[in-house]
């Protein structure tokens, strides 16, 4: 799953592995939803994703861990 307007690191960096631990810890015991787009970009769906009524692309980037992708999110981050 590749979440829509989020341009996040590579899993292999310092970073990516950052970023997973913090979205691990915050969808941890959330009910999650995503809607898919019907997109397919690297071999995975693409779309937008909540926890409960929050935007999960919209938190990582709130949290600095990714960055917002206006071209993909039609700046809604």
């Known amino acids: 799953m590749r979440l829509q307007g989020v341009d996040a690191p590579e899993l292999g ?8 631990r913090w979205m691990l810890n915050y969808v941890r015991g959330k009910a999650v939803e995503c809607q898919l787009t019907g ?26 861990h ?9 700046r809604r981050m």
Do not use: K, M, N, P
């Open 39 to 64: 997109e397919r970009t690297y071999d995975r769906y693409v779309g937008v994703c909540y926890a409960g009524e929050q935007d999960i692309g919209a938190a990582v980037i709130a949290a600095g």
């Open 13 to 20: 960096t310092v970073a990516g592995r950052d970023a997973r």
């Open 66 to 74: 990714a960055l917002d992708c206006a071209r993909y999110s039609g």
